[in-house]
């Protein structure tokens, strides 16, 4: 495999599928025997994930709720999501641990990062959920954040789409697709595959980002293995 750790950003709208909301066992033991090929490689995996598929920060906030409020809410959400995805992963054979910025003794070790790294030498993958612990901070932002704590060699960001395109496929069928980005693109054009803080955070610590489609069987092992897939972004 190309990469020796990577983290996954995972959104919560890939855990509900076709559903409008919520969580469908079906795609969640998908994605967690498709990871489980890619451990059995060897490489350690690391995984930040959404809570969108429950309650997302920023539309509590449009719709009237204090933005804090909204975001931990939002935060909570993300926690559910890491610990169904867990039950996942060790149904398909991986052992998982969970790691919340929100200390919740009795469901999830808190976040250190040390015992983190430990957990991944030892071949386990860890999900973290809760966000980084603060509100005003999206999932995206997390994902570059604990990337660059743990030393991760990349991040995957895997979602909807095959890839990063110049405005919506599903609106303007004649978008454009990238298949190579550098950071200060993503910036400059103001492209949203994630928030500025986050492309920051990877370009600083150079970290490429790749963004592939979650739900092509077998995309998660050809991205650790450096394929060309989805759209890559890097220095």
């Known amino acids: 495999m190309t990469y020796a750790r990577a ?3 995972l959104s919560g709208e890939a855990l509900m599928g076709q559903q409008p909301y919520g969580i469908d066992p079906a795609i969640v033991q998908s994605i967690a025997e498709d990871i489980s090929k890619v451990v059995s490689t060897g490489t350690q995996i690391a995984i930040v994930v959404g809570g969108g598929n429950i309650f997302r920060g920023l539309k509590g906030s449009a719709a009237g709720m204090d933005r804090a409020t909204a975001d931990y809410v939002g935060m909570l959400a993300t926690v559910m999501n890491a610990i169904t995805l867990q039950d996942g992963l060790e149904r398909a054979g991986v ?13 999830a070790e808190p976040y250190i990062r040390r015992r983190a790294i430990r957990h991944l030498e030892k071949g386990r993958v860890v999900v973290f959920g809760g966000g980084c612990g603060n509100p005003f901070f999206t999932t995206d932002t997390t994902s570059a954040l604990r990337a660059a704590e743990i030393n991760a060699e990349v991040v995957f960001k895997a979602t909807k789409v ?11 069928p004649d978008a454009i697709k990238y298949e190579n980005l550098t950071f200060q693109e993503v910036l400059s054009k103001e492209i949203r595959v994630m928030d500025s803080t986050a492309i920051a955070l990877c370009k600083d610590n150079k970290i490429p980002i790749v963004v592939f489609d979650i739900f092509q069987p077998g995309n998660i092992s050809k991205a650790v293995a450096g394929a060309s897939i989805g759209s890559r972004i890097s220095n």
């Not at 052992?95 to 469901?107: D, G, H, L």
């Not at 095959?162 to 303007?172: A, E, H, N, S, T």
Request: neutral net charge.
């Open 162 to 172: 095959d890839g990063v395109y110049d405005r919506d496929p599903k609106l303007f």
């Open 95 to 107: 052992p998982t641990r969970v790691q919340s910025a929100i200390e919740m003794q009795q469901i």
């Open 7 to 9: 983290l996954i950003k």
